[in-house]
């Protein structure tokens, strides 16, 4: 998810060096949301993770 966002990232760049404002304004704007979500799985994953190691280490 976060290549995914990286990826959406560059198309903006690009888009956006070519002069295309406003799709490089939506490709940002995805790339943000994309972002956020991988961050907030990323998060519950480490918790989520640390949670049943602790349970069922012992």
Not at 7 to 34: K, N
Request: charged residues 5%; positive net charge; without cysteine.
């Amino acid at each position: 998810m976060l290549q995914l966002a990286i990826t959406l990232l560059v198309i903006a760049l690009i888009a956006a060096l070519l002069g295309f404002g406003g799709m490089a304004g939506s490709f940002v704007g995805l790339a943000q949301i994309v972002f956020f979500v991988f961050l907030v799985l990323a998060v519950l994953s480490f918790l989520g993770g640390g949670v049943f190691r602790r349970r069922y280490s012992s």
